[in-house]
């Protein structure tokens, strides 16, 4: 055979070596050929870029000029007629009107205008701080100007708004009419007398410019919100000299609208393009166009969006800048081409981002008929070889294909070759057909034993007569841990059945020796059985006895591993467990939350009146320092209560920056009563200056708390010894800051306990494992307060001690800390002062508390002792906004912000309710539904006032 395959496989291999002589060489020219083809299509593509940017370049020139030549056209009209500007009629004069705001006069302007003066005489308003009129000469100036910016506004839709703006006076005339009051909103001022000072703050800025550039007339802002319409828009403007003296600015507002249709016009599918200023500041962009902000004080703010970050990664703005220096002429870098151009005459630049492999891509196309050349070629390659093959080498192959198929089944075909092979193909096929014979009646035994025994999913493990294993399949090595070579011809006793059961096992084996009635044959039993490293599990077992031919009785052992299935009932029944004593906390918690609850109104009234007590006693120290103290004692009450309603409240996890001592303080307030009954002493060291953490306050609150009880709950269990302490130390500081991770901030819980066993210290994170007396403990606590931390990013753990337990909780410092979740306080105002609210609660003592408070802030409070008298009263009078409690008896919070919606709208979006129901569903569904403020009782006498203001404010 092998004389028969090294001719073949050395012709085959010359074949191959002289068709790649011949072909070689001309692939190798070719490819040389495409790659300078390529290159130069890559070229000319780059080439076609660079004319399309210097094109769109040149366009934006063009869009530049008109702005230019519209400013300096009214800034040339301003300067020449300044002392005697053309008088146009009386029109404007009879247009102009006395603005009011608040009932006090604001300037003038020509608001109330028709439509018809508007167009004409665009918007011209006048507010010195003296309230005079404006002057004849000031008139003909903003009609002559008005005139012509409204002609060239007429012709050049892409323009805005043009404007004129006075340097020392509080004035302003343009085109098109923009009426004050928006004016005044975008700019965020209550008045155009109020303007006045962001005017003096605008003209010492373009001062200082003029100092700064003295040669500079006109100059190009960048992107801001404009006032007519809220579009984005950029400005042109040019100062006005009248015999040396700065009297004003003449502005024309582009829109950048135009710009981004222009972009998107020009755009390249595979190109990002730019359209920015001198500073890079982006106007224009075809994949991200800029949005403009809206609401109130947003007019003339400026809507910056640097270059530098809307660039692909790898590009700079390095680069656009050679790119600028440059001309034109694309670079290269990090994968992308750049092409950056701006005029001498034009303010922007265009600049486009391309991907190297897009010239690539483009060029290929080009490239195709040297590909079907090189395909050509190849193609001649493999015929020639099949062809050689075919009448050279495949006879010689056909036969090494023929013994290797013998050798793996025995009705391969031959292959017809001839006279000449015929007689050593039929030799060498009865040679393989008998041996292979002999190997399938061995195959059919061993298949047999390997169907039933070695793939069965039970461990089977058989014996013979006298107990000595026989078989041990691959399930009864995996479930015993032992090897079938080490336990063949071992007795079955010493190797799976526990000591302890071993001669019930003798005596069985003994009985069945003997032809006595079996017990066990054919019968489904549970019973103990030992693995390799002496422990023991449950196991099921069925034993058979089967009789071998010539040989004696065997027996038969299939067996199932137990141990999952009892771990899982019993875990099954501890689940049940645990949630009937979840369910028995709900109730407890639901009751408590009641009885905190009604709780809430008494302690209400305690601290508020403490308050208003300490505020009467200024001159008894003696007796404020007594009301002092209650009111403290009912704050610490109200923290208590307040505490236990944020752990028991279900709602979704929020972050925010907490801080860790102030966790750590709630909780041990909360079980400090908890502590002296047991006669526990609570230490609390607390480091100052603690850093903030982004962390959900009520999560790692509950894991604090936890931890505090399971160490109260460790020394309650232990039994009192003479001179023993019992102590429960809570510490808080700072980790030193490594090198694989950020600074973390720590609480350590200690007590002076039994400690815990060293076998058990990893298992008490486990789910539902716990050392507690049966009743005391679910085994969820410390599982899901490290699930808890965890999720943080922290680490709970035990740490090593002399004696007793030591919990640590570590949590990450958050690199950015989150503003501020609770609201400022608002100073109180005349407006404020004045204004007239309306109390609403059915409790007396409360609502006559919270007219105390406010009246003594400033305000005219009535009261209301249920809803229906509000509605009454509402009827008669008018309020600015209404504390009311959310739970009363005949039409509660809920009806009665119902009602005031349906007859005052406005009133009913400053509506404050006083609730202590913090657990109920409904109420958290209905201050969600009404989108009110809440207060929560108990309450301090600033926090009411500054919530108040707070409402007035919107």
């Known amino acids: ?161 043009t404007w004129f703006a006075g340097t020392d006076l509080n004035t302003s005339f343009g085109y098109p009419w923009i009426g004050t009051g928006r004016i005044v909103e975008t700019l965020g001022v209550p008045s155009l007398t109020a303007i006045a000072p962001l005017r003096a703050q605008a003209t010492q800025r373009s001062r200082q410019r003029l100092e700064a550039r003295p040669f500079e007339r006109s100059k190009w802002g960048p992107p801001y919100t404009s006032q007519l319409h809220g579009a984005l828009v950029v400005s042109h403007s040019a100062y006005v000299f009248v015999r040396g003296e700065h009297v004003g600015e003449v502005s024309v507002d582009v829109r950048l609208d135009e710009l981004q249709e222009r972009i998107g016009r020009w755009s390249d599918a595979a190109a990002r393009d730019w359209i920015v200023d001198e500073q890079h500041q982006v106007l224009a962009d075809s994949a991200q166009p800029l949005t403009a902000p809206g609401g109130a004080g947003q007019g003339n703010r400026v809507v910056a969006s640097a270059l530098a970050d809307r660039l692909p990664a790898g590009v700079g703005i390095a680069q656009v800048d050679a790119a600028l220096r440059a001309n034109g002429a694309a670079l290269h870098h990090d994968g992308w081409v750049i092409s950056a151009v701006a005029r001498r005459d034009s303010p922007w630049a265009f600049v486009s981002v391309v991907p190297e492999s897009t010239l690539t891509t483009r060029a290929l196309p080009a490239l195709l008929p040297n590909a079907l050349i090189g395909l050509a070629l190849l193609t001649m390659f493999v015929a020639g070889q099949w062809l050689v093959s075919r009448n050279f080498v495949d006879p010689a192959l056909h ?165 999952e299935r009892r771990a899982a009932a019993q875990q099954i029944e501890q689940q049940r467990e645990a949630l009937r004593q979840s369910e028995k906390l709900g ?26 007590l300490e505020e009467k006693c200024v001159d008894a120290p003696a007796l404020r320092a007594d009301a002092q103290r209650i009111r403290e004692a009912a704050e610490r009450c109200g923290r208590i209560v307040r505490t236990f309603l944020n752990m028991a409240r279900q709602k979704p996890p929020e972050r925010r920056s907490v801080q860790l001592n102030d966790l750590a303080r709630a909780a041990t307030e909360m079980l400090a009563y908890t502590f002296r009954s047991h006669g526990v002493e609570l230490q609390v060291e607390l480091a100052a200056d603690l850093p903030e953490v982004r962390a959900d306050a009520d999560q790692i609150g509950q894991v604090v708390l936890n931890l505090l009880v399971n160490a109260q709950q460790a020394l309650a269990a232990q039994e009192p010894q003479a001179g023993a302490e019992r102590r429960v130390r809570v510490s808080t500081g700072v980790e030193a800051r490594r090198d694989n991770r950020e600074p973390r901030v720590w609480l350590r819980v200690a007590d002076s306990g039994p400690g815990i066993a060293a076998a058990l210290r990893e298992k008490i994170f486990e789910p539902f494992f716990t050392t507690k007396p049966e009743g005391l403990g679910t085994g969820l606590g410390l599982a899901v ?43 109180p105002s005349e407006e404020a002062t004045a204004a007239r609210l309306l109390v609403v609660d059915d409790e007396p003592e409360l609502a006559d508390l919270m007219r105390a408070m406010l009246e003594g802030a400033g305000f005219e409070v009535a009261t209301a002792e249920s809803g229906a008298v509000a509605l009454e009263l509402l009827g008669e009078a008018r309020f600015d906004a209404i504390v009311s409690d959310l739970r009363m008896p005949d039409m509660d919070g809920a009806g009665l912000w119902r009602a005031v919606r349906e007859r005052q709208p406005a009133l009913a979006r400053r509506m404050l309710f006083v609730t202590g129901d913090t657990l109920s569903p409904g109420a958290e ?14 309450f301090a006498r600033d926090d009411l006032v500054g919530r108040v203001h707070e409402l007035l404010a919107r």
């Open 1 to 161: 055979m092998t004389e028969l395959r090294d001719p073949a496989a050395a012709t085959r291999g010359a074949t191959r070596r002289l068709m790649w002589l011949l072909v070689v060489p001309v692939l190798l020219l070719l490819l040389v050929l495409t790659m300078l083809q390529l290159r130069q299509l890559r070229a000319d593509a780059q080439a076609q870029l660079e004319r399309r940017v210097d094109e769109r370049a040149q366009e934006l020139a063009e869009l530049v000029r008109p702005a230019v030549e519209h400013v300096n056209d009214l800034r040339v009209l301003l300067e020449t007629q300044w002392d005697e500007p053309p008088d146009s009629g009386p029109g404007l004069r009879a247009a102009l009107q006395r603005r009011w705001v608040h009932g006090q006069p604001d300037g003038w302007s020509i608001d109330p205008a028709t439509p018809a003066q508007r167009d004409r005489f665009g918007q011209v308003w006048w507010a010195p701080p003296d309230g005079s009129p404006p002057p004849e000469v000031w008139l003909r100036r903003a009609q002559a100007f008005v005139s012509q910016a409204r002609v060239v506004h007429r012709r050049t839709p892409a323009f805005e708004a």
């Open 399 to 563: 036969v090494l294909a023929y013994l290797r198929a013998l050798s793996q089944r025995e009705d391969a075909p031959a292959p017809t070759l001839g006279a000449r092979w015929q007689p050593w193909l039929d030799a060498v096929g009865e040679t393989f057909r008998r041996q292979r014979e002999l190997q399938r009646r061995e195959r059919q035994q061993e298949a047999f034993k390997s169907a039933i025994v070695d793939n069965a999913l039970a461990a089977i493990v058989a014996t013979d007569a006298e107990g000595r294993i026989v078989e041990f399949n691959r399930a009864a090595e995996a479930m015993f841990g032992r090897t079938r070579e080490a336990v063949l011809g071992q007795a079955v006793g010493d190797v799976i059945v526990p000591q302890r059961f071993r001669a019930g096992h003798e005596a069985g084996m003994q009985r069945m020796r003997t032809g006595q009635a079996p017990r066990l044959l054919g019968r489904r039993v549970e019973m103990m059985a030992l693995r390799a490293d002496g422990t023991e599990f449950p196991v099921e077992m069925v034993l058979w006895r089967t009789e071998a031919v010539g040989h004696a009785a065997h027996f038969t052992a299939s067996m199932t591993d137990l141990s």
């Open 587 to 612: 109730a407890m918690g639901s009751l408590l939350a009641g009885v905190a609850h009604e709780l809430n109104n008494p302690l209400a009234i305690v601290m508020g009146r403490a308050s208003l």
């Open 785 to 827: 307060s490290r699930s808890l931390v965890r999720e943080h990013g922290g680490e709970l753990g035990l740490e090593s001690s002399q004696g007793g337990a030591v919990f640590r909780l570590s949590l990450p410092i958050s690199g950015e800390r989150d503003a501020a979740t609770e609201p400022g306080r608002l100073a």
């Open 925 to 938: 569904q209905f201050l969600a539904e009404s989108r009110c403020g809440s207060l929560d009782k108990p």
